[in-house]
């Protein structure tokens, strides 16, 4: 049919497509404009942002009802928008937890999206599926979870696998009236939150103390479970450390599997950041329990060089993860193909889900597993570089000494300055490292005291970015003093 259909422009097409030298055009607009970043990224700032109030006349707007050609558009993104924000792959970029994604992992989201995968069940995607069903194996048995019963499913990122996690620990304990979770003063807010939404109320929040390298105190655990108990409340799990983000620590996870398994708790463990520090011989060792957990939330976004979003919940038996989510309504009644094919929106809160596990699988199909073990070797390599570099140092101080990627310090003149005062000059050093665009970094706080904090997991990193970053702080310190 020519020309007469209405909203149709006349060339068969609907109004919303493009023929396919547009699209190709667009394609390469994009990608050559991706890939210059990525050439430029060492000498672009780490961090640009801009206020509210600068943002707002550019970029506020009705939606316009008549469109404008692609390349403008993608222009206008280009200049306008993607640049304000932290440049999370930088090689400087050493705040919060860095992510620098291999391209073959960009290429996998293009693909998945290109291919429009839904990757909700088996009917949906048999291959996408089957493929998702192959990455989490490679998962499982780097944390050592039995192949019988071991299993899970990519997630948006750590919260949303620390919140299935939580779902299925208080399936699994009998969904109590009065149930009690256990962290550490470590923990990562996600599970907080994670608690809140599966009906832990703020009293049912057990905060445990830590030790001198900021481990989950085990005896205060046991202690606060038994008055618990006695209280009549129910402890549904305990959340472990696998690599707080604030310091790297991972808590002792043998004796807490002790614990676990004598109250019969679930153990589940937050490696969101530091779980595939597992790949390399100083993480594994580090990690060393995480297979007698009941699950770990992991981020492929973080430590496995992956684009956002990728995270992962592991269950060491899957059954209890799909007993919690599993429900069959009649307008899904198709989809089941045969007991042995896993619909993967039977294991957690997503139905429509994108297709996470080929990047995974085509940037370790590309560079290879030995590849990616170097790489996550080095970040904590160079954090250990770094920790000698600040002890050598006449005005720097470790604060934590460097736990997998993290090392916390502060600038320290040695000049008897208080607290407060050293808290301050701290502030202005961070502040003047983060203007300086060379370097990104973020701040926290360390049993009260002001800390700075360096992570260093990016792959493109070498000694010369750490080190350059460094002596900034302690050049800026100086000048701040
Ligand atoms: C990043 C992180 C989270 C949250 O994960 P998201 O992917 O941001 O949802 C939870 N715990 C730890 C330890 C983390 O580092």
């Not at 609907?14 to 994009?30: F, G, T």
């Not at 019988?148 to 996690?165: H, I, K, N, P, V």
Request: charge should be negative.
């Amino acid at each position: 049919m020519e020309g007469g259909e209405p909203g149709r422009p006349g060339d068969g097409r609907s109004e919303l497509e493009m023929s396919p030298d547009e699209m190709l055009a667009m394609a390469r607009q994009v990608s050559e404009i991706v890939v210059k970043r990525l050439e430029d990224l060492d000498g672009q700032p780490a961090w640009r942002g801009g206020s509210r109030a600068e943002l707002e006349p550019i970029l506020r707007e009705s939606a316009p009802e008549n469109g404008s050609r692609a390349d403008m558009v993608v222009e206008r993104a280009v200049r306008e928008v993607l640049p304000l924000a932290g440049r999370v792959d930088h090689p400087r970029f050493f705040a919060f937890v860095p992510s620098s994604p291999t391209w073959p992992g960009v290429m996998a989201d293009y693909l998945c999206a290109g291919f429009n995968i839904f990757q909700g069940t088996w009917l949906g995607a048999g291959g996408p599926s089957q493929l998702e069903l192959v990455v989490t194996d490679w998962f499982r048995e780097w944390i050592g979870y039995p192949a019988e019963t071991g299993g899970g499913l990519f997630t948006s990122g750590g919260s949303a696998a620390s919140l299935d996690a939580l779902v299925a620990a208080r399936e699994a304990a009998g969904a109590p009236a009065r149930p009690t979770v256990y962290l550490s003063d470590q923990a990562h807010t996600a599970l907080v939150r994670a608690a809140r939404i599966v009906g832990v109320p703020a009293d049912g929040i057990r905060v445990i103390g830590t030790d001198d390298r900021f481990r989950m105190d085990a005896g205060e655990l046991v202690r606060t479970i038994a008055a618990d108990r006695a209280a009549g409340h129910t402890p549904v799990a305990i959340c472990a450390n696998g690599g707080a983000t604030n310091t790297g620590a991972v808590d002792p996870l043998r004796e807490l599997a002790d614990v676990a398994d004598s109250e019969s708790v679930w153990l589940h463990v937050d490696a969101a950041y530091g779980g595939f520090a597992m790949l390399s011989d100083k993480g594994a060792e580090a990690l060393d329990g995480l297979e007698r957990s009941d699950s770990v939330a992991l981020d492929a976004h973080k430590w496995l060089f992956q684009p956002f979003e990728a995270g992962c919940l592991m269950v060491r038996d899957i059954r209890r993860l799909e007993a919690a989510f599993s429900v069959r309504p009649e307008y899904l009644q198709d989809t089941e193909l045969g007991m042995e094919h896993v619909n993967f929106a039977d294991r957690g809160l997503q139905l429509t889900r994108s297709f996470r596990a080929l990047k995974v699988w085509m940037s370790i199909q590309t560079f290879g597993l030995a590849a990616f073990r170097r790489a996550v070797a080095r970040g904590i390599d160079l954090a250990e570089q770094a920790g000698r570099y600040i002890e050598a140092s006449p005005v720097l101080e470790v604060l934590s000494p460097p736990t997998l990627s993290i090392v916390c310090f502060r600038f320290q003149p040695g000049d008897g300055r208080d607290a407060a005062a050293l808290e301050e000059l701290n502030d202005r050093v961070q502040a003047a490292v983060i203007a300086s665009g060379r370097a990104m970094m973020s701040s926290t706080r360390l049993r009260g005291s002001y800390a700075l904090r360096l992570c260093i997991m990016n792959h493109h990193t070498t000694w010369s970015d750490v080190e350059e970053t460094l002596a900034l702080i302690e050049r800026v310190g100086r000048e701040k003093m």
